[in-house]
Nanobody, 111 residues
């Protein structure tokens, strides 16, 4: 049974930072690609960052240079370090694995 649980969301002022984590069970983070998406009410879910099984990383243009995706293989966790946040980053953030399993999401609010 695969489970992905996001944490680390919250409220922060513009220019601040947050670090999201996605803890996986029943799934080995190190072996497969994973990604972060976000969604604002009334808008489509959009990709934020992804990391392939070979370590290749990609970012959405809107977050390039501000967000950093990484894996903590020892803890079986996917992370997203978000720096220099702005109000347009406010959304529910989700992690997803290669088999289209999604977490429940964590709210990020930037004011």
């Amino acid at each position: 049974h695969v489970q992905l649980v996001e944490s680390g969301g919250g409220s922060v002022q513009a220019g601040g930072s947050l670090r999201l984590s996605c803890a996986a069970s029943g799934y080995t983070v190190s072996s497969y690609c994973m990604a972060w998406f976000r969604q604002v009410p009334g808008r489509e879910r959009e990709g934020v960052a992804g990391i392939e099984d070979d370590g290749r990383i990609s970012y959405a243009d809107a977050v390039e240079g501000r967000f950093t995706i990484s894996k903590d293989n020892a803890k079986n966790v996917l992370n997203l370090q978000m720096d220099n946040l702005n109000p347009e980053d406010s959304a529910v953030y989700y992690c997803v694995n290669a088999y289209n399993h999604w977490g429940q999401g964590t709210q990020v609010t930037v004011s």
